[in-house]
């Protein structure tokens, strides 16, 4: 090639006017990944990854710099989509070209190298104004110390894996229970890239104190979800066809095993780290989007309040697939509130996102779908007749809404056949009915009742073993107890609870009523600010849009309450933190109307923000379990290696090794019994699903069962019955399976017992 | 070029963005070095790698066909396996022992070496006093809780 028709070339992909730096990173990122051995480039290659293809398609989209400068999380997100759409086409392509496990490194980085290529095609007309640059997103660098936070609670975890003690686990939450009233004050006078790293830092370091703890992954969800990953790693190929939701959900499947065969290392690693590192960005989005229509200070204190949430640091990062639909979502709302973007911008990007919320999480994509119709309705009903400045532009929203929609038949219909979770409620709602307030008693007022929600009194171990034999004789004839399981020497028994003893039991009570009280006070307040953002005459456009969007939240958060139906398919704290995005704003907006309203006195800002993040850190002291070790309780897993928590959801090499053990040593034909938590090791160890029964009493063991034992049911002699008032605490009953059954495998903290 | 000016001149060029440069310098240079052996054994002794785990799986190999009844003979063959979760060669010492009555009678012993993730099949042909209506043969292993257990219905009872 001669020297003219090079430049030719290169002017083509590269333009004069945009600067080759993605050239530059393309190949630092190409060399990182062959060589992701060595940790160094492993920590490139997932930094570069999380930036570039977002960087590129939000150039290719026309998004100005300065808008994801403002709105960093379009940069996640964005990454994630272009992530996802190249490894499903290297899966879909890689096997007509005899590639025949495209999942692997060296086939998904000629796919990642002619996409972003192909990207940067798509974007080499777009101005300056478009190229972002990595160091703006960094800003001044001792704005960079919160990122130490995350790496502390990475030690914290091991160190408490080790047996070695929670003082850095402590010293994290306390540092977060500091930065929260300490940020509120000091908000106005710090730069929003400083508050942006300290909520990243923060959110992340209370996600890891819990999903780092354990070799394996933590939590109930994850346990499965982790399995259809790790086979699609294994296999390297992921196929269409029908398949159950998880299987069907890319964010489980193909995009952490895209990022398994880039960055390299042990699978696990990418839902115990990966993931909350991208859904750390969540609570930055909720500070960033509230920063366009609120004061620094109020942003900053609607994001801590999702921080202070167990939602979102303890419950979320044991549910991979809803981080980064969560994530998602927060890019969509971010575009649909982004006044900046063109609108062919806006549409496109909305477009992008709302089709990857669609593979991502099934659930979150139908609550975005209701809540953009429901306000965009809302909004048209508010402004019906107004002035037409008034009036709010609701056509990316329907648009929106379209996109996801369209995409979900797709995708849950003819491409993989997953409907079975959304036929399952239909025809749940079908039978049922929505069981309005199930809970409700006789000439019990409707507010009592809502208030009151599920109630039924605790069943006893024995109550709940004669319950479940009763079920299983009238619906399992196939399965035969011994007749010895009806001696009362084997009835259940409640097992101790595992909470530390109350040390200063007036302290611990007032707290859990401050607590309670305080998180009914935030979630008071978040209503009254969607009704008043909704429906106030003043205001913009946008800020009624936001207010539309809370109220509407409202409405499907009270309707998964009202409804035994709805609160049965849906978990409602999971919904509880999709809608606290929009709720949290309003609520800190609502304190900035008082303040606004109260200006003439300067102090009165500091104070009332100050009340109010006082009240995050007792909700947060109470949610994070950092008042236990000092008043005794139930302590968390990211404090202690004791409790309900260790004893449910702690993995061990030994349950490993039994699970597996158990999977090659069994029949095809064959029941198998694990408790509710026991089966969760099953679940992500080997590929056992079917005929696993959750009851182990007496009563309903079959006389020729394999029966997982655990840890916690070896070591601590405890199990779980799962009945309709909760789950019971219960002996393990080892008297009479060492009587009757063969101990045939053993660990020592382990054993299968069988006939 | 002297050292000293060599050195004035690479600080005239680092130094507009020296704070950066040198944070992400010993950023790499920390990774670089933590995956060496050094910085291997700095973890380990800072408690920060978890060690890996090092156990005893104690099973009997055709646990699907476990005999219910002994021989009438009263000798029975007894097939259990050690195997060695663990980085080193272990050696393990087992016994079997009669757990029916209130005393544990021990019937044989012996000791498996077994390496690294490694498996030793242990077979002896033991012979049990059966003189009620079951007997439980116990496996156990020194110095480790790991124990399997076995039920058999004595010939005058089957």
Request: hydrophobic share 50%; with cysteine.
């Amino acid at each position: 090639m001669t020297h003219t028709a090079w430049n030719a070339w290169r002017r083509r992909l590269v333009p004069d006017r945009v600067p080759a730096t993605w050239l530059i990173e393309l190949a630092v990122l190409d060399i990182g990944i062959a060589a992701n051995s060595i940790w160094l480039l492993r920590a490139v290659v997932a930094l570069l990854l999380a930036v570039l293809p977002g960087q590129l398609l939000l150039r290719a989209l026309r998004i100005p710099a300065i808008s994801v400068r403002r709105y960093v999380a379009y940069l996640p997100c964005a990454s994630v989509a272009v992530l996802i759409a190249t490894t499903l086409l290297v899966d879909l392509v890689g096997p007509l070209l005899n590639v025949h496990e495209p999942l692997r490194r060296w086939p998904l980085l000629v796919g990642l190298n002619l996409a972003l290529g192909g990207l940067s095609r798509l974007g080499h007309q777009a101005t300056s104004s478009y190229e972002l640059k990595s160091s703006d997103l960094i800003g001044d660098v001792k704005w960079l110390w919160p990122l130490l936070l995350p790496l502390v609670s990475i030690a914290a975890a091991a160190r408490l894996d080790n047996g070695d003690g929670s003082t850095l686990a402590v010293i994290v939450l306390v540092a977060v229970a500091v930065m929260i009233p300490v940020c509120t004050v000091l908000a106005n006078q710090l730069h929003r890239r400083q508050i942006s790293f300290l909520l990243y830092g923060s959110g992340l370091a209370l996600m890891l104190l819990t999903s780092m703890r354990s070799s394996y992954v933590i939590g109930f969800d994850i346990n499965a979800e982790y399995f259809d990953f790790h086979q699609t790693a294994v296999n390297g190929i992921w196929h269409f066809g029908h398949l159950n939701p998880y299987e069907a959900m890319l964010s489980l499947t193909v995009l952490p095993a895209s990022l398994h065969g880039l960055i390299g290392g042990q699978d696990v690693w990418i839902f115990k780290l990966g993931y909350p590192a991208l859904f750390a960005f969540f609570p930055v989005a909720v500070f960033e989007l509230g920063t366009r229509f609120l004061s620094r200070r109020a942003a900053f204190v609607a994001a801590a309040l999702v921080v202070s949430q167990a939602y979102f640091f303890q419950q979320q990062p044991e549910i991979a697939r809803q981080e980064l639909a969560l994530l998602i979502f927060a890019g969509i709302m971010g575009a649909l509130f982004d006044v900046s973007l063109q609108r062919h911008a806006q549409i496109g990007l909305v477009s992008v996102l709302g089709a990857t919320l669609v593979v991502c999480h099934y659930s979150t994509a139908y609550i975005t779908i209701a809540l953009c119709l429901l306000a965009s309705g809302l909004v048209i009903a508010l402004s019906w007749g107004k002035n037409k400045d008034l009036r709010i532009a609701v056509l990316p929203w329907l648009i929106a809404a379209a996109v996801m929609a369209a995409s979900a038949a797709i995708w849950y219909l003819p491409a993989t056949h997953s409907t079975s979770n959304i036929t399952a409620a239909a025809q749940s709602i079908r039978e049922n009915g929505f069981q309005l307030l199930p809970g409700r008693r006789k000439g019990e007022s409707i507010f009592s009742a809502y208030f009151n929600g599920l109630r039924e009194a605790p069943s006893t171990p024995l109550q709940y073993e004669r319950s479940v034999s009763k079920y299983y004789a009238a619906h399992m004839s196939y399965i035969v107890p011994l007749s010895a399981a009806n001696n009362p020497a084997y009835n259940l028994r409640a097992a101790p609870p595992l909470s530390l003893p109350d040390r200063v039991p007036l302290l611990a009570s007032v707290l859990a009523d401050a607590e309670l009280l305080v998180q009914q006070m935030i979630n008071a307040f978040a209503v009254l600010g969607a009704f008043v953002f909704s429906l106030r005459r003043r205001g913009s456009p946008l800020s009624r849009m936001v207010g539309a969007i809370g109220l509407v939240s409202f409405v499907v958060l009270a309707a998964s309450r009202l409804s035994g139906a709805l609160a049965t398919d849906y978990n409602s704290s999971r919904l509880f933190l999709q809608c606290l995005f929009v709720l949290s704003i309003l609520e800190a907006a609502l304190f900035e109307i008082l303040v606004t309203r109260l200006k003439s006195r300067a102090w009165v800002g500091p104070a009332v923000f100050g009340c109010f993040s006082l009240m995050l850190v007792i909700a947060f002291l109470g949610n994070s379990g950092l008042a236990v070790p000092l008043v005794g309780g139930n302590p968390p897993l990211s404090l202690s290696n004791k409790g309900e928590d260790h004893a449910d959801i702690y993995p061990s090499a030994q349950e490993k090794a039994t699970a597996q053990w158990l999977a090659s040593a069994m029949p095809s034909q064959r029941l198998i019994y694990a408790d509710y938590y026991g089966q969760l090791r099953l679940e992500q160890f080997t590929d056992l699903r079917s005929a696993i029964f959750i009851d182990i009493t007496p009563r309903t063991i079959d006389r020729n069962a394999w029966i997982f034992a655990s840890t916690s049911n070896t070591v601590d002699h405890r199990t779980w019955g799962v009945t309709s008032s909760g789950v019971l605490d219960i002996d393990f009953p080892d008297a009479f399976l060492d009587r009757y059954f063969n101990v045939v495998y053993s660990t020592g903290s382990t054993e299968v017992f069988h006939p | 070029m002297s050292f000293q000016s060599f050195f004035r001149a690479v600080g005239r060029v680092v130094r507009p963005r020296d704070a950066r440069i040198a944070i992400a310098g010993i950023l790499a240079i920390v990774l670089l070095v933590l995956q060496t052996g050094i910085g291997r054994a700095a973890l380990q002794a800072a408690g920060l790698s978890r060690p890996t785990p090092s156990f005893v799986e104690l099973y009997f190999p055709d646990a699907r066909a476990l005999p219910s009844s002994l021989p009438a003979s009263d000798h029975l063959e007894l097939r259990f396996a050690l195997s060695n979760v663990g980085l080193t060669t272990h050696s393990f010492v087992w016994q079997v022992s009669d757990n029916t009555g209130k005393v544990n009678l021990r019937l044989v012993s012996g000791r498996s070496a077994v390496s690294a993730h490694g498996t030793d099949v242990v077979v002896r042909n033991i012979r049990v006093d059966c003189s009620g209506k079951r007997a439980e043969l116990l496996v156990s292993v020194e110095r480790a809780s790991a124990r399997i257990s076995l039920w058999l219905a004595c010939p005058s009872h089957t």
